[in-house]
């Protein structure tokens, strides 16, 4: 300090947000980001905000808040949790009134909307995310300056997925590798010429969240992915995989593509382009933690999807946020009416503050009331009245009312949320309006939202679409794709055509694909080689796949699993063709491409089918599309 001539130190200070040393205490280090969040959250309890207004300011504010320390320290659980209650605390309070029942549990909130949640962070979750994409930029940019001499200190021997912790490391590098276990969760080797890749050790074949292969490796002494590759042909050996693994495992392995000429490189398995990001890490570290809680509950994975049906319905309705999020507390029937309030542990009259007759569950209030009744009647949905008073259940009474024509669907749920704020209005000793009064008010919005969702369909619809002729001497090349999951394979079509809509040549087959982005590829193969074979020049790929089109405008797509693939596209379109562009179109401008893919996967393997002109039986298809006028 003394031979540096420093006036002064300011460990205890931060520097561009963050704290400058980190002592033992880490939750004395980040307390400044609970009293910023608090100093938030007390501002917002001085006006009065929907539920739908609360959620904003959660996600965009509150969550956000500590971000930028996220991406650097791990804040620890303790710390998290404690941010957590805090933004729970706020959003079931109103201004002063704290002790607020939570109706539903912090780990139901954290769920996705389409899952029953509200989309809120688990904020140690995405924490962990966040210095996973450290890791990933480490992994990615090996010569960086962090990186080598992280490296040089940490992790000598060059594999980061390795590294062990000793007690002696920094915390920056103690937080970074907690951040690699989500990283190693997801990240899966990209084929190439498959020297790095362990068979039995890495994960290399893209299915599911294991990212392994199932058959047990016993004696064998196959080791490298490289010698699974047939160095004639450049393609899988099939006689060794059919001898090396299982015929689930054989399978998906022949449907990866192979790059002999390419070093095998890292990319992150839940992502179509390879490329990591922070939100597909913090869904894997989700459903890791899920499918860890679910173990045991198969009843519970087996409505998971009927569940997420039942959720997203929800919240497509046409009508203000503040009414889904009543919806959404009637489906966890968390409303708060008497009967749940006592259940809840509260000394409270049940009685009906409608009737002041009989019980005040869910069923009695929107159905069973009298006063309700007369509503019903009004509205002229009586039956409906009748058939949701059956249910037994909050599920099966909201499925109901998701099977309902939009109109009345609309004034249903309408009358439910109306019919709920009289409630608490008369609760708080006002006079209840007449039924006629409510029914015309419930009318006349409902009418209004649909007017509004009809004017929004109108300004969707558009003018028609239809396939374009090119111009001049330049040919247009349509694509499409078509794949089976079950089968790993796919069918591919393409069509040349010049600017009078005239066919000059045609093409359908079968291959082995991954996913349908990988038949989409290969159709573009397909015809840009035929394209290429006939000395054209001046070309115009079409297709309906923007992923594909943003493929070969672009290099996002280099770590994807058909990145190789899509590597050698481009090379063959730079060195062939003078004039070369990429369009998008929707999938009724493809008809003949879609009616080839279609065909090609009727095909047997190694039979492909081409034609000099229209192929047999696209010949109305073709001459529909031919009228169309120039692009």
């Not at 503040?322 to 959404?328: D, G, R, T, Y």
């Not at 247009?476 to 078509?482: E, H, Q, W």
């Not at 190789?564 to 063959?572: F, P, Q, S, T, W």
């Amino acid at each position: 300090m003394q031979d540096l001539d420093i006036q002064r130190e300011t460990m205890n200070e931060r520097y561009l947000g963050l704290p400058v040393y980190v002592g033992k205490s880490k939750t004395q280090a980040f307390s400044y980001l609970k009293e910023r969040i608090w100093k938030r959250i007390q501002g917002w309890k001085e006006k009065m905000l929907s539920r739908a207004g609360k959620e904003v300011m959660i996600k965009a504010v509150a969550q956000a808040i500590p971000t930028f320390a996220m991406g650097c320290f791990d804040l620890t659980k303790e710390l998290c949790d404690h941010i957590s209650s805090m933004i729970g605390k706020f959003w079931w309070s109103q201004q002063e009134k704290e002790n607020k029942i939570h109706w539903i549990s912090w780990e139901k909130l954290i769920l996705p909307k389409g899952r029953g949640g509200l989309g809120f962070r688990d904020i140690h979750g995405f924490n962990l995310a966040m210095l996973a994409k450290q890791g990933w930029r480490l992994v990615q940019n090996p010569e960086s300056l962090c990186a080598r001499i992280l490296g040089a200190k940490y992790c000598p021997h060059g594999d980061l997925f390795k590294a062990k912790m000793s007690g002696t490391v920094s915390y920056t590098w103690r937080s970074i590798m907690r951040g690699i276990k989500v990283l190693e969760s997801g990240v899966i080797w990209r084929v190439g010429n498959g020297e790095k890749i362990n068979i039995w050790n890495d994960p290399w074949i893209p299915r599911g969240i294991t990212r392994r292969e199932i058959t047990p490796r016993g004696g064998n002494l196959v080791s490298r992915v490289s010698e699974l590759i047939d160095p004639v042909s450049g393609g899988w050996d099939d006689d060794l995989l059919n001898q090396t693994f299982w015929s689930e495992d054989v399978e998906v392995i022949k449907s990866i593509p192979v790059h002999f000429d390419l070093d095998d490189v890292l990319a992150w398995h839940f992502d179509i382009r390879g490329i990591f990001s922070v939100k597909s890490a913090y869904k894997v570290y989700r459903d890791v933690v899920e499918h860890e809680s679910r173990r045991g509950q198969a009843s519970t994975a087996a409505n998971c999807r009927t569940d997420e049906t039942f959720w997203k319905k929800l919240w497509k309705l046409n009508c203000p946020g503040k009414i889904k999020h009543f919806l959404w507390r009637l489906g966890h029937n968390s409303v708060a009416v008497r009967c749940n309030l006592k259940r809840r542990g509260m000394e409270i009259d049940t009685r009906c503050v409608m009737c002041n007759r009989l019980d005040e569950d869910g069923g009695h209030l929107f159905c069973n009331c009298k006063f309700v009744k007369y509503i019903w009647r009004e509205l002229n949905i009586e039956e409906v009245r009748c058939r949701l008073a059956n249910q037994v259940s909050v599920q099966m009474f909201m499925s109901l009312i998701w099977e309902l024509e939009e109109k009345m669907q609309l004034r249903v749920v309408m009358l439910l949320w109306h019919w709920w704020l009289e409630r608490n209005r008369v609760r708080e000793g006002e006079r209840r309006r007449s039924a006629s009064e409510l029914a015309f008010i419930i009318a006349a919005q409902s009418d209004e939202f649909l007017k509004i969702d009809s004017k929004a369909h109108q300004a969707q619809n558009g003018p028609s679409k239809h396939w374009c002729k090119p111009v001049g001497d330049t040919l247009k090349i349509n694509v499409d794709g078509a794949f089976f999951a079950e089968t790993k394979s796919g069918g591919w079509g393409y069509v040349i055509r010049d600017a009078d809509g005239a066919v000059i040549l045609a093409g359908a087959g079968i291959t082995r694909a991954m996913d349908a982005f990988h038949t989409e590829v290969v159709a573009c193969q397909a015809g840009l080689k035929a394209a290429c074979e006939k000395g054209m020049t001046r070309i115009v790929l079409e297709t309906d796949s923007m992923m594909l089109r943003l493929a070969m405008e672009g290099n996002t797509f280099s770590l994807a699993p058909t990145g190789g693939l899509v590597h050698e596209i481009k090379m063959l379109a730079s060195s062939s063709f003078v004039c070369f562009s990429v369009l998008y179109c929707p999938r009724v401008c493809n008809g003949v491409a879609h009616a080839l893919a279609a065909r090609g996967c009727k095909c047997s393997p190694n039979s492909d089918l081409y034609w000099d002109g229209v192929p047999t039986g696209l010949e109305n298809l073709v001459a529909e599309e031919s009228l169309a006028p120039f692009s």
